[in-house]
Every structure is written in C-alpha cells, then in structure tokens.
C-alpha cells in the first residue's frame, strides 16, 4: 500500500473526510483531531461514535458531515458498536464474501470514554478486537453545558462543581485513562495532542498496522468549557504537553516511551492562567490549589519518565 | 438558507449523501473574518491543517483561498500562522467593518 509522506503539503492532497458544515461550535478542538486521524489512514475506515458534541454537532437531522461509513447507537457503547461491526467483518472475510482490508475506529469524547462507555471499552479491549479507540479528552461533558466528568482536572470549575467560597471547583484528579487502558496489556496505547499533529499522525499510522485493540487519548481543548479564547485550542494543546500536563507517550506491548520532551518544562500556571475554569486558584485563599496541582503534574510526569527509563533498560 | 418541511424529509430522515453537511453554511456564525496576505505567506499549510471547519481550500499542495461559506472565525489560523520575517499572512478583521 502507497503511504503518504507525513508533511502537510503531500497530506492536503488528499481528500479530507470529515467535511465542512458541520455545526461544531467555532475553534472546536476536536474536528481538527478527526480530521488528522483520517488523514492518516490509508484504508477505508468505518468509525462508530459514542454520543457527544462530536456525533451531536456532525449529524444533525438531514446532514452528515462523514464521507466514511459512520454509526452512532448511543452513549455508553461505541466501543462495542464498532467491536460487533468488526467482528461482522471477520466473518464475511472468512466466507469469501469481502477481501478489502477494512480499519474500525470508535470515536468518544471523554464522557463517552472515561465515565459512561467504560465498561464498553474495557470489554472491547478486553476480548481483543482489531479497532482503535479514539478519546477526544476536552475534560467535562462539554455537549450538554459543561458538567464535570472524571477526566475534569483537578480544581476546574463545572457546572456540577462550581467555584465558590465553600467548594473551590472540582477537588479530586483526573483518571489516567491511558494507563488505564495499558493496563488492560492491549498492544498499543498512546496520548496525542493535534498541537503535534506529526506526533499525532504517526501514532494512528502505526496503531492501524499493529493487529488487536489500541486505545488513543487526544486532547482537544473546549473554549466554551474551558472558558478561553476562541482562537486557543492548538495553542492551549501545545501549553498542555509544554507543562507536561498532558505528556505524549505510547505504551507499546508494555513498553512506554515518551514521544514529545519538552525542551522546557514550562510551569502549570502557563497553561492554567488562559482558562477561565481555573480563575478562582489564583485568588489568594486558593494558593494551595496551584500548588498542589503542580505536584501532581511533576509527580506523574516522574513517574513516566521513570516508566519510559525502565522500558528503554529492558 | 431554507429548511425543508416534513413531506420533502426522507421517512426516518435517513441521510443519503455522505458529506450532505457540505450543504449547510455555516459562514453566518462568524464576527471576525480572516484576511489571507499572500505575499506573508511561506506555504507552511499550518492553517490548513488546523482549521475546525475545513474553511481553507488546498490544491496540488498549496494552500488556496478561505472558503467563507464556512468558516466561523474563530481564528486559530491567525494565532497559528508563523508569517514572514515577524509579519502574519493571516489577519482578523470585525466583520461589517
């Protein structure tokens, strides 16, 4: 099969299958994600999407904007949406009946991942179909009006864990769902921001080659949720892997290696400071906040590259 | 644009044309338009892969024009765009103005 040169100007040649119209909201984080997973395969895919801005704002009545076969069933269960389609496939393929060579993907925001198609996803990964999942992580159910999900960072303001004078926003951590999902021993596992959109492309090419379930956590920033400038999202993408908040990594057969080292690690507060949903930590009386949330990212972002040490020396 | 009535919708408003969004503009949505400066433009194809609304046209490798049927103005190719020599190839500008 032909592959494309991973450089924007061989990429633009191709057709991009997600097509404008769409009624995302503007400087949508996640269309550009869909758009470069796409883009980087070289076979036909079918995708499954679990219910969420992504599968809300892509086909309202009437109007889709996929240019692939695309299904959406419900919230908790693309992950076996796409499994049973898989296996369909399988069993055509054994009858003589298809020998095209068909890729599945499951789309899901972080709701539709971390929280509601978990255990879907689990099961799915679990029984080993060849699919790759995709999570847009934007941190909160931004499709309904910005309710907390277990993906919200720590000290973020929802609609379901307001800032206030009593409760400073959300006090527990996010869910590590990619080590999560490694530690299910799925071939590939890996994170991805569309700020590095090489990194990112890499990452789809190589986990549509290798055979089994794999899982990717690509985060796409929320300017309505995470109440930032419109024009933001690869901006706060890019601040998000910069302060190591969101490090780039793959965990392959149980072997992690970080992808992405920031030549700097910049401090969390560059990456909190555009954001709305994190005003309140910079009042005085919520100092702690900034300073826990710091120590958290710095005691993660060890504990990777301690990971990725012990993967190399292996 | 005109919304069709119930006797022109498909039964079960099953959609028969893929990419049928294509249809539906959304260019309206936009308050800041942004100004393409071709003689700051390095061809990098930032935009172009960047944009949430697939609003950058992109022939033989090059980057084309905006289509402003759809794009909503939100901006990132002019926050994303290196420019030439410190100077930005894409430009916002208030729309009415």
Same mark, same amino acid.
Not at chain 1, 47 to 52: K, V, Y
Not at chain 1, 225 to 228: D, L, P, V
């Given at each position: 099969?032909a592959? /494309?040169p991973?450089t ?5 040649k191709?057709e ?5 119209g769409?009624?995302? &909201?503007?400087g &949508?984080?996640a269309?550009?994600? +869909?758009?470069?997973v796409?883009l ?5 895919v079918v ?6 801005c992504?599968? +809300?704002?892509? &086909?309202?009545?009437?109007?889709t904007?996929?240019?692939i ?6 919230f908790e269960?693309?992950a076996?949406t796409?499994?049973? +389609?898989?296996?369909?496939y399988r069993?055509?393929k054994?009858? @003589? ?19 509601i198609?978990?255990?879907s996803?689990?099961g799915?990964m679990e ?15 931004m499709? /309904? ?9 720590f @000290?973020?303001d /929802?609609?379901t864990?307001?800032a206030?004078?009593v409760v400073p926003g959300?006090?527990?951590k996010r ?6 999902m490694?530690a ?12 590095h959109?090489?990194d990112l492309?890499?990452?789809?090419k190589?986990?549509?080659e290798?055979?089994?379930?794999k ?9 309505r949720?995470?109440?930032?400038a419109t ?9 998000a892997?910069? /302060? ?5 990594y793959?965990?392959?057969n149980?072997?992690t ?12 507060v ?6 709305g ?18 120590e ?17 020396v292996? | 644009?005109?919304? =069709?009535?119930?006797?022109e919708?498909?039964?079960?408003a099953?959609?028969t ?15 800041f338009r ?7 433009c ?21 980057? %084309?024009?905006?289509k402003?049927d ?6 990132i190719?002019?926050l994303?765009?290196?420019?030439? =020599?410190?100077? =930005?190839?894409?430009?916002m500008?208030?729309? %009415?103005k």
């Open positions: 099969m592959t /494309t991973l924007l100007r061989e990429l633009s191709k991009v299958l997600l097509t404008a769409h009624r995302m &909201c503007s &949508c984080g269309p550009p994600v +869909v758009k470069m796409l980087a395969s070289e076979y036909p995708a499954a999407n679990a219910t969420g992504l599968e +809300v704002c892509t &086909c309202i009545s009437e109007y904007a996929w240019k076969p695309w299904i959406h069933s419900a269960n693309a076996a796409i499994a049973g +389609v898989e296996t369909m069993s055509l054994k009858q @003589g009946k298809i020998d095209k060579e068909i890729k599945f993907i499951a789309f899901g925001g972080d709701g539709g991942t971390y929280d198609g978990f255990q996803l689990s799915a029984r080993g179909h060849d699919m790759l999942y995709i999570c847009y992580d934007n941190g909160a159910y499709n /309904t009006g910005i309710q907390r999900s277990s993906a919200t960072p @000290g973020a /929802t609609t864990c307001p206030g004078s959300k006090l527990q869910k590590d769902i990619t080590k999560i490694a299910h021993g799925i071939p590939y596992a890996a994170q991805a921001s569309p700020s959109w090489q492309m890499k990452k789809v190589k986990a549509l290798i055979k089994g379930p899982f990717m956590n690509i985060i796409a920033p929320c300017n949720g995470w109440r930032s024009d933001d999202a690869i901006l706060l993408s890019r601040l892997v910069e /302060t190591c908040y969101f490090p780039l793959e965990v392959e149980g072997a290696k970080i992808t992405v080292t920031p030549r700097e690690k910049k401090p969390l560059d990456f909190l400071k555009p954001q949903r994190f005003k309140h930590m910079f009042a005085p009386e919520n100092e702690w906040m900034l300073k826990q949330a710091q958290d990212v710095d005691k993660e972002w060890e504990k990777l590259q301690r990971e990725a040490k012990a993967s190399e292996s | 644009m005109k919304l =069709k009535g119930w006797k919708v498909t039964p079960g099953v959609v044309k893929a990419g049928s969004a294509e249809e539906f503009k959304t260019g309206s949505w936009r308050s942004p100004v393409w400066l071709e003689e700051n390095i061809q990098c194809m930032f935009c172009w892969i960047f944009c949430p609304d697939m609003a950058i046209e992109a022939k033989n490798g090059k980057r %084309g024009v905006f402003y759809y794009c909503k103005g939100c901006g190719c002019a994303e765009c290196p420019g030439k =020599k410190g100077k =930005k190839a894409i430009v500008e208030e729309e %009415g």
